[in-house]
Structure formats: C-alpha cells, structure tokens
C-alpha cells in the first residue's frame, strides 16, 4: 500500500533477518536504502547480515557508513571490529571492538579483541581479552539458566 516507504522494508528485512531468509532480507535492506540512504539501522542490518555469511568485504562499506552517520552505534562497531579481525586488518579491529566492549553481554567482543590482540603480538592484552570473554559468557549463562529456572517454577505453580 505505501511501496515507498523506507522503513516498511527495514522493518521486514530485519524479521527476514532474524528468520536466516537472508536473500529476501537483502532485497528489502537494499530497497529501504534505495528510498533512504541515511537509514542507519538498514546500514547496520546489511552489515550483520554479510558478517553472519563471512562475506566481511561486503559489510564493511554498510557498517563504515553507518558510523559515519551515527558513531555511537556501538552494534555496527561490534560488527566492524569482527570483519576487520576476518580481513586480517587487526589494528582496525581493536578500535573498533574497544567502542563496543563495555556493552559486550556474551562475551564475543571480547573474544575477537582477543583474536586481534593476539595477531598483533599483544599476548597479555589478549590474554586479559580471553579471560573477560569467558568471565561474560559465564556470567550470561547463569543469567539466562536462572530465567529459565525461574519461568519453570512460575509455569509449576500456576498448576
């Protein structure tokens, strides 16, 4: 009914996204920024959605844009700092990855500053990397097991 509305596409191609349909997802990412290039979240979408299919050459230009245009969108630093440490590109991945670690809930930024810290010969920041990812996914487990935990219980007394 509104075919050029931006975010309409966006909005699809994120669940097309969270549902592993990725080509309909980058067809309506793309469509999205086709109406609105400065649509930073569509940016941020493309960017994971070539970072989730190891394809970092391509994420690359959608995440630098997005920052461009929003440089605290920490989620689109995580995302860049990981496909830098895939190209290789090390010193533009701790940088990257520094801007999204105090947000790092399971432990996968801390993980890749690990992997990056260790390729540029920085053992013992990479060994303070490893051991605050394991600290975090820990900790997350925990989290999510005593939700879980907690639902039963509730489920239980309800009966």
């Known amino acids: 009914m509104r075919p050029d509305e931006a975010e309409l596409y966006e909005t699809r191609g994120e669940l097309y996204l969270t549902k592993k349909s990725d080509e309909k997802a980058r067809r309506d990412l793309e469509k999205a920024l086709a109406l609105d290039s400065s649509r930073t979240h569509a940016l941020c979408l493309l960017g994971r959605l070539y970072v989730q299919k190891r394809e970092a050459e391509k994420a690359v230009p959608y995440l630098q844009k997005a920052l461009r245009l929003q440089p605290d969108l920490v989620e689109a630093s995580s995302l860049l700092g990981t496909a830098y440490v895939r190209l290789g590109q090390f010193a533009s991945a701790v940088s990257e990855l520094q801007k999204a670690a105090p947000i790092d809930f399971y432990g996968n930024v801390h993980y890749q500053l690990y992997l990056a810290y260790r390729k540029l010969g920085q053992s013992e920041l ?25 639902a039963g219980k509730m489920e239980g007394e309800s009966q």
């Open 126 to 150: 990479a060994q303070k990397a490893l051991e605050r990812s394991q600290d975090l996914r820990r900790t997350s487990a925990e989290s999510h097991q005593a939700l879980v935990m907690g």
